[in-house]
């Protein structure tokens, strides 16, 4: 089934460390320290439970990504299907017996992380449609079938995903399933299609959303109109970043984060804490390490030699830029919140899980890039 080159066949252990990539490598540290010192910031300078946890799972995780990315290209592509299984079984398992948290069913407890499945997914589906659409002719992208399981494939996660509730993560695994499709090679009709219909379905879609969902769109336009309630946080969020001018207010000296005027900073709003802190020119700086990782990421596709590589490497590039942005643009009120968090930065062990696997798997496509997959 697989045909592999000389070159894989004789590659030792340190040609596969010469071979590593080390921008993306020396990325992803600046993130975890960076992370790290912003969550110690979010507890007031104090070394407690987030900062240590962080770091913890910072360093395991990392050590898990090394380790992935050691591992044969072929072997990530002969196991995508069965992943993705074993992820939806875990959604579905975590629907009826998982963890409640405030109305949400998300988790289940595994003792040492209570783990989010629907963030695994976010990867498990980029997996996925990589081997569906590997060695698949362009022009059997199009027929009727190979339009209809991609379909299929996609929508069983959401529905899991959104009966939990989770609006913003199911947006988010649809996005990701979507960017492989479209890199595919599906014509550009079916989207436009697609698009059309969406936006003619809005209306009765939102009649299902929960009302606590609909509170949030509605706060989005107007976050004004419940300035103590639910526009509350968008509010103090934009303040924050706001005060923080050109170069911010310096380490550890953020008043809105300090005084408790931000809540849930340490999570989906920790940019707005190193806004506060360092500014607009901390902020580009911080923008500039993730566009640097993008960019590694979308090169490593770009010297693949196999198709699985490209697919996966163009598909997650593209979602960790999706990440970053929709969770910059809620924190600055440009979207509605919708409870994504920012790539390693963010506190949250499945979202930092779920990340190291997918750049664990971006790196082995690194060493491996001249290997072939039939």
Same mark, same amino acid.
Not at 29 to 50: D, K, P, R, W
Not at 255 to 279: A, R, V
Not at 282 to 294: A, D, E, F, H, R
Not at 313 to 331: E, L, P, Q, T
């Given at each position: 089934?697989?045909?592999?080159?000389?070159?894989?066949?004789? +590659?030792?252990?340190?040609?596969?460390?010469? @071979?590593?990539? +080390?921008?993306?490598?020396?990325?992803?540290?600046?993130?975890?320290?960076?992370? %790290?010192?912003?969550?110690?910031?979010?507890?007031?300078?104090?070394?407690?439970?987030?900062?240590?946890?962080?770091?913890?799972?910072?360093?395991?995780?990392?050590? &898990?990504? $090394?380790?992935?990315?050691?591992?044969? !290209?072929?072997?990530?592509?002969?196991?995508?299907?069965?992943?993705?299984?074993?992820?939806?079984?875990? !959604?579905?398992?975590?629907?009826?017996?998982?963890?409640?948290? @405030?109305?949400?069913?998300?988790?289940?407890?595994?003792?040492?992380?209570?783990?989010?499945?629907?963030?695994? #997914?976010?990867?498990?589906?980029? !997996?996925?449609?990589?081997?569906?659409?590997?060695?698949?002719?362009?022009?059997?992208?199009?027929?009727?079938?190979?339009?209809?399981?991609?379909?299929?494939?996609?929508?069983?996660? #959401?529905?899991?995903?959104?009966?939990?509730?989770?609006?913003?993560?199911?947006?988010?695994?649809?996005?990701?399933?979507?960017?492989?499709?479209?890199?595919?090679?599906?014509?550009?009709?079916?989207?436009?299609? /697609?698009? $059309?219909?969406?936006?003619?379905?809005?209306?009765?879609?939102?009649?299902?959303?929960?009302?606590?969902?609909?509170?949030?769109?509605?706060?989005?336009?107007?976050?004004?109109?419940?300035?103590?309630?639910?526009?509350?946080?968008?509010?103090?969020?934009?303040?924050?970043?706001? @005060?923080?001018? +050109?170069?911010?207010?310096?380490?550890?000296?953020?008043?809105?984060?300090?005084?408790? *005027?931000?809540?849930?900073?340490?999570?989906?709003?920790? *940019? %707005?804490?190193? /806004?506060?802190?360092?500014?607009?020119?901390?902020?580009?700086?911080? &923008?500039? =390490?993730?566009?640097?990782?993008?960019?590694?990421?979308?090169?490593?596709?770009?010297?693949?030699?196999?198709? *699985?590589?490209? !697919?996966?490497?163009?598909?997650?590039?593209?979602?960790?830029?999706?990440?970053?942005? =929709?969770?910059?643009?809620?924190?600055?009120?440009?979207?509605?919140? =919708?409870?994504?968090?920012?790539?390693? #930065?963010?506190?949250?062990? @499945?979202? #930092?899980?779920? %990340?190291?696997?997918?750049?664990? =798997?971006?790196?082995?496509?690194?060493?491996?890039?001249?290997?072939?997959?039939?």
């Amino acid at each position: 089934m697989f045909k592999e080159t000389s070159y894989t066949n004789r +590659l030792t252990f340190f040609q596969k460390i010469r @071979s590593i990539d +080390l921008i993306l490598i020396s990325c992803v540290l600046i993130l975890g320290v960076i992370s %790290t010192f912003a969550m110690y910031s979010s507890e007031g300078g104090q070394m407690l439970y987030y900062t240590k946890s962080h770091l913890l799972r910072f360093s395991a995780f990392f050590i &898990l990504m $090394i380790f992935l990315s050691f591992i044969r !290209l072929k072997l990530f592509h002969s196991i995508s299907y069965f992943l993705y299984l074993i992820v939806l079984l875990l !959604l579905l398992y975590a629907s009826f017996y998982g963890i409640t948290v @405030s109305g949400s069913q998300r988790w289940i407890n595994l003792y040492f992380i209570n783990l989010q499945p629907s963030e695994l #997914m976010k990867i498990a589906i980029i !997996l996925c449609f990589a081997k569906f659409y590997h060695r698949m002719q362009i022009d059997n992208v199009n027929s009727f079938r190979n339009l209809i399981v991609p379909i299929i494939i996609l929508i069983m996660p #959401m529905f899991l995903v959104i009966s939990q509730p989770d609006l913003g993560t199911t947006i988010l695994i649809a996005l990701s399933g979507i960017i492989v499709i479209w890199l595919s090679g599906v014509n550009i009709k079916y989207f436009i299609s /697609s698009f $059309i219909i969406l936006v003619i379905s809005t209306p009765f879609f939102i009649s299902f959303l929960k009302p606590y969902q609909k509170l949030r769109i509605l706060t989005f336009f107007d976050p004004e109109k419940d300035p103590l309630g639910a526009g509350y946080q968008i509010i103090q969020s934009k303040i924050a970043v706001g @005060s923080g001018g +050109l170069s911010g207010k310096g380490f550890l000296q953020g008043t809105q984060s300090y005084l408790e *005027f931000l809540p849930e900073k340490h999570t989906d709003f920790i *940019f %707005t804490l190193f /806004s506060e802190e360092f500014g607009f020119i901390g902020s580009i700086g911080l &923008l500039l =390490v993730y566009s640097i990782l993008i960019y590694r990421i979308i090169y490593i596709g770009s010297i693949s030699r196999n198709f *699985f590589s490209k !697919l996966f490497c163009y598909g997650y590039g593209s979602s960790i830029f999706i990440y970053i942005a =929709v969770n910059m643009s809620m924190v600055l009120g440009l979207l509605p919140i =919708v409870g994504s968090p920012l790539p390693i #930065m963010s506190y949250g062990g @499945s979202s #930092m899980l779920a %990340t190291m696997v997918g750049l664990g =798997v971006v790196l082995s496509s690194k060493i491996y890039h001249k290997q072939i997959i039939a």
